[in-house]
């Protein structure tokens, strides 16, 4: 199969689709690898170490999109990348289709394969793909947010770990997954007061079980994520439904009664965010006031550390993509459940609930479709 790697142009998108390791990795099951120029110079990765491995270097994005049979890329592409879409193209990204009815027409339009890394889903229900970087986007949030609470960037001008004989900072984590607990350990880690909300109780059971009386554990519900946002100085949206737009649980009116300079910091806004008031954001202006609290809604928030995220991505992308590669999309969607989850358009359909329900499709169940 002829893969594509183009690189990315998201505004402050860093990452690329695919490391040298990982394309040495395809070339040696003899795949034909093209990587546009410089599409790995955010993550320190030079032409030549692809080209070590046996990758062919190609100029334009045009070349990439004109030849492959598979793209690989980190973010969704975007409108300036629509028109060179081709019928039967794997794009294999994260797509977050629910909160982008542009790209999910585009994407339909051009009767494109689109296999989003966020609905790759395992039989026990975990996301494998979004792991690496929700532990990324987790970790980063609390120091984000201890950034922003400074005086100067416009926050309250809270220390989370406090000093002594002064109290330590409030930090709320709406939603105990894989960012929710990635996020609780490092403010715990900084000295701040935690408190942690989610409908799951097992989720909160394993929190409790890991810090004990360090993190106070809460069901999450109206009542009680009100109380929690309103004593907090940093609050961290992490909620996440697969596939579908994230549920707003933090009311415009709640976000009224924060604590003026208080920030949020809400990690769902690839999924349309849970928090009422946020919109996205850019690393080059990530935060806006509203009600004087401050809102960090960067959606590509692992993009900054590059090297890191993409050697992590690549560790959980790259045997989906061999895969596809190997047996071709068709027999590889019916060889492996997980990544059938994954598949979101086919052949000018919506073939995943969650976006058909979000968007208004009619959902065309992957399995008929391959059947027809």
């Known amino acids: ?8 142009i998201k505004e402050d998108e860093y990452r690329v689709g695919l490391t040298a ?20 110079a955010g993550c320190r990765i030079p ?5 070590a491995t046996g990758v062919k270097i190609v100029s334009t994005p045009t070349e990439i999109y004109a030849r492959a049979e598979m793209i690989i890329k980190v973010k969704e592409p975007l409108p300036q990348e ?37 609905t790759i889903q395992l039989s026990d229900g975990s996301l494998p793909l979004l792991v690496p970087m929700s532990e990324v986007a987790g970790r980063m949030a609390p120091q984000i947010g201890a950034h922003f609470l400074e005086i100067t960037q416009g926050g309250r001008g809270v220390l989370l770990g406090g000093v002594p004989g002064v109290q330590r900072g409030k930090v709320t984590v709406i939603g105990a997954g894989v960012v929710g607990r990635a996020a609780a350990k490092i403010a715990v880690g900084m000295g701040a007061d935690v408190w ?43 909620v996440l439904i697969p596939g579908a737009r994230a549920p707003q ?25 849970c928090i009422e008031t946020s919109r996205p954001t850019t690393h080059k202006q990530p935060v806006f006031s509203e009600y004087d609290v401050l809102h960090y809604c960067v959606p590509n ?16 992308t790259l045997p989906y993509a ?13 060889h492996d459940a997980s990544l059938a989850k994954g598949v979101n358009c086919y052949n000018g359909m919506v073939t995943y609930e969650g976006v058909a329900a979000s968007l208004g499709y009619e959902y065309c169940p992957l399995g008929e479709v391959l059947g027809s």
Do not use: C, F, W
């Open 21 to 40: 390791h990982g394309a040495a990795v395809l070339v040696t099951a003899g795949h034909e690898i093209l990587v546009e120029t410089q599409a790995g």
């Open 322 to 334: 061999k895969l596809l590669a190997d047996l071709g999309p068709v027999a590889a969607i019916r």
């Open 249 to 273: 649980l933090v009311s415009r009116e709640m976000v009224r009664r924060i604590k003026a300079g208080a920030v949020i910091v809400d990690v769902a806004i690839d999924q349309g965010g």
């Open 196 to 238: 942690a909300l989610d409908v799951d109780q097992s989720k909160l059971s394993y929190i409790d079980d890991m810090y004990g009386n360090r993190i106070t554990t809460l069901i999450s519900n109206p009542q009680n994520i009100e109380e929690a946002v309103s004593r907090a100085h940093l609050i961290i949206g992490s």
């Open 47 to 51: 032409d030549g170490e692809y080209e």
């Open 82 to 118: 629509y028109d060179y879409l081709r019928a039967h193209q794997i794009i294999y990204a994260y797509l977050h289709l629910a909160p982008a009815p542009e790209l999910t027409a585009a994407l339909l339009a051009k009767k494109v394969i689109a296999v989003a890394y966020e």
């Open 301 to 316: 928030m692992p993009g900054v550390v590059a090297r890191t995220s993409i050697y992590a991505l690549t560790n959980m």
């Open 1 to 8: 199969m002829v893969i594509g790697v183009p690189k990315e």
